[in-house]
């Protein structure tokens, strides 16, 4: 399921904090995925990759941004946040957002290079699912693309691992 934007000026807002994120992921050696709690209008967590250089498998952008909203709130449950990251959510940090109760996931890039591709839509249509998430695609794809196909060209060419 893919939604137009609810709010295009904000979306696009948050998805540049997104980017701005992804980036340090990056300059660390890490997959470029940044991502942004919003709750109210207002940034309660945020977060990018950093499984590598911490050596944490959950440590994905929107996990981290979980964990820190969380926090600031003083609830594991954030029901009306939306999530901004730059690349659709895999199948653990999806279910860690329905399991947040979160309103909205709001993703730039897709991921159809893994079998991981539609994961977020998967799990949100699953039919036993006990939360429903709004899920909206396509802000600032290009950008968060290019971001991404660009890191991986240069791992590419550099023949150095990830």
Request: proline share 2%.
């Amino acid at each position: 399921m893919s939604l137009y934007y609810q709010n295009k000026k904000n979306d696009q807002l948050w998805m540049r904090c997104a980017l701005s994120l992804a980036k340090c992921a990056e300059t660390k050696g890490e997959v470029p995925v940044g991502a942004v709690l919003v709750l109210e209008g207002q940034k309660i967590g945020e977060g990018y990759n950093s499984s590598i250089s911490s050596k944490d498998p959950t440590a994905h952008a929107e996990i981290i941004a979980l964990r820190l909203g969380g926090k600031k709130i003083g609830n594991y449950r954030i029901n009306g946040a939306v999530m901004y990251v730059t690349l659709e959510p895999c199948v653990m940090c999806t279910g860690a957002m329905v399991h947040a109760r979160i309103n909205r996931i709001v993703f730039g890039a897709k991921e159809g290079k893994t079998i991981l591709s539609g994961a977020s839509s998967y799990v949100l249509n699953y039919p036993n699912i006990n939360h429903s998430i709004i899920l909206c695609s396509g802000v600032l794809e290009n950008a968060c693309t290019s971001q991404v196909q660009a890191f991986f060209h240069r791992k590419r060419a550099s023949k150095i691992k990830y």
